[in-house]
C-alpha cells in the first residue's frame, strides 16, 4: 500500500503517456513497415496504352505500404483532374479507392465524371456516414443511386462501387463486404465526361472538396464479384490492380496523382498535398 501511494502517480502518468501514443498511432505496426516510394508498381504495356497484350507489373507491387498518401481539407480548391478516359466503360464498372475521412458532415465526392452536364459515374460520402455510388440514368438525368455502408472518421476503410449493366444493379461494399445493392436501369461512362478526384465539378468550377486522405484509387471497365472484391481488399492499402486486362486508370496518389495502369490517365492536382504521415487508423487487412 505504501509503495502504490509513493509510485501510483506515476504509474498513473505513464499509462495516461502511453495511452495518449497508442491513440496517435505511434505503436501501430504499420508506422514501422517497409514504405514504397511512388511508381515502386506500375503495369507495363508493351503495346502502348489501351493494349492488353502481353501486359504485367513491374517494380515492389506486394503490397507494401504507400510512402504517401493525398490528404483534402474540404474547403478552396483542391482537386485532381483527369483526362477523359480512351476506353469506354459501357459494360459496367468497378471503382474502389483507400479513405479516411476527418469530417462526414457535409457531402465529399471521391471520384465523378460528367458529361452533357450530368454526373455519369463515381462514388462520394455522404453526411451522416454513408456512401453513395453514381451512374448516369437513361435519358437526360443523373441518378445518384440509395445510400449504404457506415463510414467512419479517423479510420482507413475501403470502399467499391460495382456496377453492372446486365444486371441493372449496383452493388456497395465496405471493407470488401457487401453492404447493399440497388436496382437500377443507369448507362455508363462513355469517354466523353470530365473526371475528378477529390471534388465535384459542375462545369463552372470545382465544389464538394473532400475532407480527409485518399489513397489507391482504381477503375475496371468491368463488374467484379464479390471474391474478387474481396481479394483486392486483402491486398491492403498498397494493393495492385488484381485485373490488368480491364483496368481503366490506376491513381495510388502516392506522393503524385499519375496513373500507373499504363494508360497515361495521369491526373494534374491542384493544391493537393502529399503525406508520409498517414498510418494512424489503418490496420492491415
Known amino acids: 500500500m505504501e509503495y502504490l501511494m509513493t509510485y501510483g502517480w506515476a504509474i498513473l502518468i505513464i499509462a495516461v503517456v502511453l495511452g495518449a501514443l497508442f491513440q496517435l498511432g505511434v505503436f501501430n505496426g504499420a508506422t514501422f513497415a517497409p514504405k514504397a516510394p511512388p511508381g515502386a508498381c506500375q503495369v507495363f504495356r508493351p503495346n502502348g496504352p489501351g493494349t492488353t497484350s502481353f501486359i504485367n507489373t513491374e517494380g515492389v507491387c506486394s503490397g507494401e505500404l504507400p510512402e504517401y498518401v493525398a490528404t483534402f481539407t474540404g474547403t478552396g480548391n483542391q482537386y485532381v483532374v483527369l483526362p477523359a478516359f480512351s ?17 462526414v458532415s457535409t457531402q465529399f465526392v471521391i471520384l465523378v465524371s460528367q458529361g452533357s452536364g450530368f454526373l455519369q459515374l463515381g462514388m462520394a460520402l455522404e453526411s451522416g456516414g454513408t456512401f453513395e455510388c453514381i451512374v448516369s440514368s437513361t435519358g437526360s438525368s443523373w441518378e445518384s443511386i440509395a445510400y449504404y455502408g457506415s463510414i467512419s472518421t479517423n479510420k482507413w476503410q475501403f470502399i467499391t462501387c460495382m456496377f453492372s449493366s446486365t444486371a441493372n444493379n449496383m452493388t456497395y461494399y465496405v471493407d470488401g463486404t457487401n453492404v447493399g ?31 480527409g486522405s485518399l489513397a489507391n484509387v482504381q477503375l475496371y471497365n468491368t463488374s467484379f464479384s464479390s471474391n474478387e472484391i474481396q ?38 492536382p491542384t493544391n493537393v498535398v502529399y503525406t508520409s504521415s498517414w498510418t494512424s487508423g489503418y490496420t492491415t487487412p
Open 87 to 103: 476506353s469506354s466503360i459501357a459494360n459496367g464498372w468497378t471503382l474502389s479507392a483507400w479513405v479516411n475521412p476527418a469530417s
Open 181 to 211: 445493392h440497388y436496382s437500377t436501369t443507369g448507362t455508363t461512362y462513355t469517354g466523353n465526361s470530365y473526371p475528378v478526384i477529390g471534388a465535384y465539378y459542375t462545369g463552372s468550377g470545382y465544389y464538394s472538396i473532400f475532407d
Open 231 to 268: 481479394a483486392l481488399y486483402l491486398e491492403g492499402i498498397g494493393g495492385a490492380p488484381i485485373d490488368l486486362q480491364n483496368l481503366v486508370g490506376w491513381w495510388p496518389l502516392n506522393g503524385n496523382a499519375n496513373d500507373y495502369s499504363g494508360n497515361e490517365n495521369n491526373g494534374v
